[in-house]
C-alpha cells in the first residue's frame, strides 16, 4: 500500500496560484492518484485524478513526474472560497484497497 | 439524487448512553465505510464493508460496532457512548474502481458525549 505525505497546512492569499505537493515513493504500477476536497462542515469530493503528465479539469490541475514518486495539485488564482483540506490518496482501488484520507493539507486563503 | 444520507445530524449523548448512526446510499454501491474526523487528526477508519454480507475493522474500531443491514444500509452503533467518541462522523460508499474517484461522503453527524 503506497503511503503518502503532504504538508499538514500552507496559507495563500487570494488571487495566488497554490500548489500542494505529495510525495508517494512506493506507488505502484495500477496506482493511480486522486485528490479529494473538503470544505468545513462537509464530506470530502472529489476533485481530480491522474495516472501520468498532466491532468486539468475546472478545478484544479494535477502534475505528475514520469517517476510518479510524487505529484503536485495546482489551484490557479485561488480564492477564499478554496480554504479547505486537500487530501492525496493512491491506490488502484482493488478489492485489497482500503482508503485512507489521514490528516490532508488545511488550505488557507487570505484576504 | 440524494447521494449518501446519514441520520441524524447532531446528537447530544450522555456517557454511557448508546445510539445508532444511519447510513443509506441510493447509488447502488458495493462498499460502504464509517470514518470520524477529529480536530487535527484528519479522517480515520472505523469500519468498512467491502460488500453486501461482510464488515472489517478499520484503524479505530474500539467502542464501535457496524451492521451492513442490505446493499444500500450500514448503521455504526456505540453501546456505551464514552466522551472519547466525541467526533463528526462521515459515512461514505464506493464503487470498485481503480480511479479512486468514486468515493462519495454524506454531510456527517456531529455527536457529542458529555
Known amino acids: 500500500l503506497a503511503k503518502t505525505t503532504q504538508p499538514i497546512s500552507m496559507d495563500s492569499y487570494e488571487g495566488q496560484e497554490v500548489n500542494i505537493t505529495c510525495s508517494h515513493n512506493n506507488i505502484a504500477t495500477n496506482d493511480y492518484i486522486t485528490w479529494y476536497q473538503q470544505f468545513p462542515s462537509q464530506g470530502p469530493r472529489f476533485i481530480i485524478q491522474g495516472y501520468k503528465t498532466k491532468v486539468t479539469n475546472e478545478v484544479a490541475s494535477l502534475f505528475i513526474p514520469a517517476d510518479r514518486k510524487s505529484s503536485t495539485l495546482s489551484l490557479p488564482r485561488v480564492s477564499l472560497s478554496d480554504t479547505a483540506v486537500y487530501y492525496c490518496?493512491?491506490?488502484?482501488?482493488?478489492?485489497?484497497?482500503?482508503?485512507?484520507f489521514g490528516r490532508g493539507t488545511s488550505l488557507i486563503v487570505h484576504p | 439524487n440524494a447521494g449518501v444520507t446519514q441520520t441524524p445530524k447532531f446528537q447530544v449523548l450522555k456517557t454511557g448512553q448508546s445510539m445508532t448512526l444511519q447510513c443509506a446510499q441510493d447509488?447502488?454501491?458495493?462498499?460502504m465505510y464509517w470514518y470520524r474526523q477529529d480536530p487535527g487528526m484528519g479522517l480515520r477508519l472505523i469500519y468498512y464493508?467491502?460488500?453486501?454480507?461482510?464488515?472489517d475493522k478499520g484503524e479505530v474500531p474500539n467502542g464501535y460496532n457496524v451492521s451492513r443491514l442490505n446493499k444500500r444500509e450500514f448503521s455504526l452503533r456505540l453501546e456505551s457512548a464514552a466522551p472519547s467518541q466525541t467526533s463528526v462522523y462521515f459515512c461514505a460508499s464506493s464503487t470498485t474502481t481503480p480511479k479512486l474517484d468514486g468515493y462519495t461522503f454524506g454531510s456527517g453527524t456531529r455527536l457529542t458525549v458529555v
Open positions: 490518496l493512491v491506490g488502484d482501488g482493488g478489492g485489497s484497497y482500503i482508503p485512507t
Open positions: 447509488m447502488n454501491h458495493n462498499s
Open positions: 464493508s467491502a460488500s453486501e454480507g461482510t464488515t
